[in-house]
Nanobody, 121 residues
Framework: QVQLVESGGGLVQAGGSLRLSCAASGFAFNDYVKGWFRRAPGKDREFVAAIRWSGSTTYYSDSVKGRFTISADNAKNTVYLQMNNLKPDDTAIYYC??????????????WGEGTLVTVSS
């Protein structure tokens, strides 16, 4: 059974940090591109960051570049999102996803249930 389980969300003040984790099971984690997406209140789900199989290539949206870092521990089947200098606009439900090709909002094969991040001003 395929599972992606996110954790690490919570309430933080602006300028603070959080680290999200996504534990995967039931598929060949190392063969997949992993990514993070988010859905802010009243908005569509959007891409945040992605990491290719080897971990040598990462991608970020312009809104988080320089503040967020995606990483993966293939031995633990876990992908992380380190979020620094958080802003109220980062408030959203964060989802991890996995796909054999590049992860996209509409084309990712596996999705987690999400974890809520709330940034207070």
């Amino acid at each position: 059974q395929v599972q992606l389980v996110e954790s690490g969300g919570g309430l933080v003040q602006a300028g603070g940090s959080l680290r999200l984790s996504c534990a995967a099971s039931g598929f060949a984690f190392n063969d997949y591109v992993k990514g993070w997406f988010r859905r802010a209140p009243g908005k569509d789900r959007e891409f945040v960051a992605a990491i290719r199989w080897s971990g040598s290539t990462t991608y970020y949206s312009d809104s988080v570049k320089g503040r967020f870092t995606i990483s993966a521990d293939n031995a633990k089947n876990t992908v992380y999102l380190q979020m620094n200098n958080l802003k109220p606009d980062d408030t959203a439900i964060y989802y991890c996803a996995a796909n054999l090709g590049m992860v996209t909002v509409n084309g990712s094969r596996y999705w987690g249930e999400g974890t809520l991040v709330t940034v207070s001003s």
